[in-house]
């Protein structure tokens, strides 16, 4: 497929976030994120390139002993809304991506002097998924270790 400057492009947009304050140290937050898209030229009308779906992630953060624990659930829906050039790239199915939810855990932990630990658990349930354009499904369960190091606190 041949790729050349369009004459009109139209994206519309929509991302929203929010935070509310629980009491107790608790927040709740979310965020949407939703894109619609279409390329003109003079023989036809196509949705745009790469557009995502609509998706989000909602969050419950709060104190748990010494730490902060953060589950999350993120979401996607379904994106069969191609363009021609989606259609042919390898990375996205020609039927478009399934849509997803996944639950996610996070254990942060100061450790004092700018430090904190953080236990990472992701796809707690195991859910296979892809993120739209990306061309790889995305890993299984897992679970990470990482050391945050902060300056100048």
């Known amino acids: 497929?041949?790729?050349?400057?369009?004459?009109?492009?139209?994206?519309r947009g929509l991302e929203a976030g929010a935070e509310l304050?629980?009491?107790?140290g608790f927040t709740l937050s979310g965020s949407l994120l939703s894109v619609w898209g279409e390329e003109r030229t003079p023989e036809r009308v196509d949705p745009a390139d790469r557009i995502p779906p609509l998706s989000g992630r909602l969050a419950l953060a709060g104190p748990v002993g010494t730490g902060r624990l953060e589950l999350a659930a993120r979401f996607a829906d379904r994106q069969d809304r191609l363009s021609p050039r989606d259609r042919v790239d390898p990375r996205i199915d020609p039927r478009g991506t399934a849509g997803f939810a996944v639950l996610d855990a996070v254990y942060a932990l100061p450790l004092?002097?700018?430090?904190?630990?953080?236990l990472r658990a992701e796809n707690l349930f195991d859910r296979r998924y892809r993120e739209h354009g990306s061309g790889l499904d995305a890993?299984?369960?897992?679970?990470?270790?990482?050391?945050?190091l902060g300056y100048g606190r």
């Open 1 to 11: 497929m041949q790729s050349r400057n369009l004459l009109r492009q139209e994206l």
């Open 21 to 24: 304050a629980l009491g107790g």
């Open 112 to 118: 004092g002097r700018g430090a904190t630990l953080q």
């Open 139 to 148: 890993p299984g369960r897992s679970f990470g270790l990482a050391l945050e």
